[in-house]
């Protein structure tokens, strides 16, 4: 799918390009754009390489844990199926965190580590599990409590209120998250999506 | 807001030290550890974000959105949405810097605080780069089947688009 995407992009860029004129500019974003995407990985690479560090440590010292027992409410609604002390909680929590404070920088290191101890349990790793669905709703909905960006932009451009905009921020972001939980538990119910939680499956597969 | 968000990083940290003092564990030790794995975890993924960051770049350069929008734009008012926000709800699930620099033309020319500017603040601040966090997320487990991922992760920032439609007539009605 995302292969049909990738090359959907250039395709239709390159051929509209020719009909809208734009081919020159085209033609810099083929030059310009790799060059352009280094730059974001070097400026990831420091967050990246940071905040895993720091993250190893709060879980070494027990920080983790502690969050993960002051949310346990919260992730046993969103993860019904992984046990309390499945590995990728502590992550999958401090993701939450790290989002809810509007921090996306220490929300994709976060991320990945529970992507990767999602996959550790995973009964068919070629798929996608329930949760890591879970995880990218709750990732691409953007639910923040406090979007720092944007009210430093309207402060920038001299709102009179610039965090007016805190409030309906706050719902839409809601409404977001909500509806596309629905959507993937209504789908991933049809579609019988495997469980990283589902350690009776794994046992079976083990066994064989 | 924006002046007690700078606190919580540095009481996070500050936080993280307190633990890790009171639980007597090497700290230095364990954050070169982790930040080795986040540094092999950066270096995998540099395939999959420049391949997919000059593809945007290049369908963004033809000034196809643009001819979208403006293609759109009778529906949209029809439903009394401005249409100069329409860029910014194309280019939201692919690129967060293209996405960030349309609002702040917008708010630039409009006013943060016009009809324009609010929508756009509000569609920029409750949804995410959905394709950029479905390629990093898949490709650091290394899973290959996104087709679901992504008919789920573009239908929320559909949700998104029209929540924040409805947000500004609620809030500012």
Redesign the interface.
């Known amino acids: ?2 292969h049909k ?2 090359m959907g ?2 395709a ?3 051929v ?2 020719f009909f ?1 004129g ?1 081919t020159s ?2 033609n ?3 030059l ?3 060059q ?3 730059n ?2 070097i400026y ?2 420091g967050i ?16 983790l844990d ?1 969050l993960c027992k002051l949310l346990t409410p919260v992730t046993r609604f969103l993860y019904p199926k992984l046990k309390p002390n499945h590995p990728a909680l502590k992550y999958l929590t401090t993701n939450m965190v790290s989002n809810l ?3 996306g920088s ?1 929300a ?2 976060t ?2 580590k529970a ?2 101890e ?2 550790a349990t995973n009964p068919e790793p ?3 599990s329930f949760e ?2 879970t ?3 709750m ?4 639910f ?1 409590l ?24 706050l ?3 809601g ?3 909500v ?2 939980l629905l ?2 538990n209504i ?1 991933s119910r049809m ?1 019988k999506i495997p469980s990283s939680g589902d350690v009776t499956v794994r046992k079976r597969q083990e066994r064989r | 807001m924006g002046s007690i968000s700078v606190y919580i990083l540095p009481l996070f940290l500050l936080a993280v030290f307190i633990m890790a003092f009171i639980n007597k564990t090497n700290a230095f030790d364990h954050f070169v550890e982790g930040a080795k794995e986040g540094m092999r975890t950066t270096v995998s993924l540099v395939p999959n974000i420049v391949g997919m960051i000059v593809g945007i770049k290049v369908f963004l350069a033809s000034g196809i959105v643009e001819a979208i929008a403006k293609l759109l734009d009778p529906i949209l008012t029809a439903i009394g949405v401005d249409a100069h926000v329409l860029p910014l709800m194309f280019l939201r699930p692919l690129s967060g810097s293209a996405a960030l620099s349309v609002t702040s033309d917008l708010l630039s020319i409009y006013g943060p605080d016009s009809g324009v500017g609010r929508l756009a603040s509000i569609m920029q601040g409750s949804t995410d780069t959905t394709i950029y966090i479905i390629t990093v997320y898949f490709a650091a487990v290394g899973l290959s089947e996104m087709k679901h991922a992504l008919k789920l992760g573009l239908t929320a920032d559909l949700i998104g688009f029209i929540a924040a439609i409805v947000s500004v007539s609620i809030f500012f009605g």
């Open positions: 799918m995302i995407i990738w992009l250039f239709i860029g390159i509209y390009g809208n734009t500019a085209v810099d974003a083929i310009a754009g790799a352009e995407a280094i974001l990985l990831l690479a990246m390489v940071f905040w895993t560090g720091i993250l190893q440590v709060a879980n070494h010292a027990k920080m502690l404070l509007g921090l220490a994709t290191p991320g990945l992507m990767k999602l996959q070629t798929r996608p890591m669905y995880l990218l709703v990732n691409t909905a953007g923040t406090i979007p720092t960006t944007i009210i430093g932009i309207r402060h920038m451009y001299h709102s009179q209120n610039p965090s007016e905009v805190f409030l309906p921020i719902f839409a972001s409404v977001t998250t509806g596309g959507i993937h789908y579609k």
